[in-house]
């Protein structure tokens, strides 16, 4: 079993960076591919990036590709996503979130274990 805690987020101004972390409990960090996501009011929570069990290969959706970076240390059992560039349709409260099956994915349902998110808000 894994647990998730997130923290980083802030309310900051467009075109600002913020780098959000996520820690994890247990010694099987480094078997889980790690997600993050998030969730605007009134809308469904979106996959944002995700990234390999050895931290080699990351994944993003098209609308965050060249602003957002994925990255983990499995020796410290974390996982960040560095945002730059913000924009105001990134406010949203961002989760990550541990895959323990064979391969990246950006279903949600098939992450098994979720930290309780941290608000990014960005003014215009």
């Known amino acids: 079993q894994v647990q998730l805690v997130e923290s980083g987020g802030g309310l900051v101004q467009a075109g600002a960076s913020l780098r959000l972390s996520c820690a994890a409990s247990?010694?099987?960090?480094?078997?889980?591919?790690m997600g993050w996501f998030r969730q605007s009011p009134g809308k469904a929570r979106e996959f944002v990036a995700a990234?390999?069990?050895?931290?080699?290969?990351?994944y993003y959706v098209d609308s965050v590709k060249g602003r957002f970076t994925i990255s983990r240390d499995n020796a410290k059992n974390t996982v960040w996503l560095q945002m730059n560039g913000l924009k105001p349709e990134d406010t949203a409260v961002y989760y990550c979130?541990?895959?323990?099956?064979?391969?990246?994915?950006?279903?949600?349902?098939?992450?098994?274990?979720w930290g309780q998110g941290t608000q990014v808000t960005v003014s215009s």
């Open positions: 247990g010694r099987t960090f480094s078997s889980y591919i």
């Open positions: 979130a541990a895959h323990s099956g064979p391969t990246m994915t950006q279903l949600i349902w098939h992450y098994d274990y």
């Open positions: 990234i390999s069990r050895s931290g080699s290969v990351p």
